[in-house]
Structures are given as C-alpha cells and as structure tokens.
C-alpha cells in the first residue's frame, strides 16, 4: 500500500508556470507506476501523464504534450510534474495516482489506478 500527498498548487497567469509534488510513503514506491490526473468542475478526470517504475518510460496527454513534464525520483519517494505556458484551460484539481507496475493496462484510464492523493488545486487565471 502507499499513500500519496499532493502540493505545489496555487494561483498563476497564463503563460505561468507551477512544479506540482507527490510525496509517496512506503519503502516499494519504485514498484509502482505513477500518474498525474485532473479535473475540472464539471468534468470527468482525465490522464495528464504517467511514468513508469523506473523512470525510463513517460506519456502525456495531447493537451499538454510540450508543455508538461512528468518526473520522478525513488530515492526521495517523490514524483513531480512541471507545468509551463499554463493555460486557463489547465485549472483544475491535480491528482496524484499509483499503480502496481506490471501487466498489460490502459494508462489514461483513472480506473486502473489503485491508490489516489487528495488532490491539490491549480488555477490559471486569463
């Protein structure tokens, strides 16, 4: 089991940039597939981007693809995602998620994820 704790959100311009945090407990956080999620009010979530275990592996959403960056570091327990040329389309609530690594798995999809943070809010204002 890991648990996950979200930070770095707040208030930016468009055009801004925020690096968003995930703090991982536990001591097999390299064991697990990492993701940032989002939604807006009103929406469904949706897939930001994902890494793997290792690090050697990232995928974006379309929308951010160029603009986002996801990361990670295990022996700091910690992943990120860096976000840059915000735009007022990209307020929303950011999640973090993980997954036990391994199988053959939909990464944009919310439900493959076993574990969620509290999520922390992004606004970007015009």
């Known amino acids: 089991q890991v648990r996950l704790v979200e930070s770095g959100g707040g208030l930016v311009q468009a055009g801004g940039s925020l690096r968003l945090s995930c703090a991982a407990s536990?001591?097999?956080?390299?064991?697990?597939?990492m993701g940032w999620f989002r939604q807006a009010p009103g929406k469904e979530r949706e897939f930001v981007a994902t890494?793997?275990?290792?690090?050697?592996?990232?995928y974006s959403a379309d929308s951010v693809k160029g603009r986002f960056t996801i990361s990670r570091d295990n022996a700091k327990n910690m992943v990120y995602l860096q976000m840059n040329s915000l735009k007022p389309e990209d307020t929303a609530v950011y999640y973090c998620?993980?997954?036990?690594?391994?199988?053959?798995?939909?990464?944009?999809?919310?439900?493959?994820?076993?574990?969620w943070g509290q999520g922390t809010q992004v606004t970007v204002s015009s």
């Open positions: 998620a993980a997954r036990n690594r391994g199988g053959v798995y939909d990464y944009t999809r919310a439900s493959e994820y076993q574990y």
């Open positions: 536990g001591r097999t956080f390299s064991s697990y597939t």
């Open positions: 890494i793997t275990w290792s690090g050697g592996n990232t």
